[in-house]
């Protein structure tokens, strides 16, 4: 059974850090694309950050850009997302989804919710003081 499994999630200050993890089962991260979103209370899910599974190019929403990190380590089948200098705008649930990918589409990275077909249960993160 493919599964992604989140962690790391939690209550922070305002400027704190968190480092979340998604954990895959069931498949090998190595051939998938991945991506971290988030949806706020009364808000559309948003890209956060995405990873191609060749090269590690990446992408980032212009609200995170400078803050997160996105990485995958594929021997742990594990994808992280570092959060520095969080605000309370970045509460949120935070999902880590992922793509199987052609050889040809290695170098690819995919922003669009409706690009992935496997998602995790998602980690609620909160940013206050």
């Excluded at 962690?7 to 979340?20: E, K, T, Y």
């Amino acid at each position: 059974q493919f599964q992604l499994v989140e962690s790391g999630g939690g209550l922070v200050q305002p400027g704190g850090s968190l480092r979340l993890s998604c954990a895959a089962s069931g498949f090998s991260l190595d051939v998938y694309a991945v991506g971290w979103f988030r949806q706020a209370p009364g808000k559309e899910r948003e890209g956060v950050s995405s990873m191609s599974r060749h090269d590690s190019r990446q992408s980032y929403a212009d609200s995170v850009k400078g803050r997160f990190t996105i990485s995958r380590n594929n021997a742990k089948n594990t994808v992280y997302l570092q959060m520095n200098s969080l605000t309370p705008e970045d509460t949120a649930v935070y999902y880590c989804a992922a793509r199987r990918t052609t050889y040809e589409e290695r170098t690819y990275y995919y922003t669009d919710p409706q690009d992935y077909d496997t998602w995790g249960q998602g980690t609620q993160v909160t940013v206050s003081s």
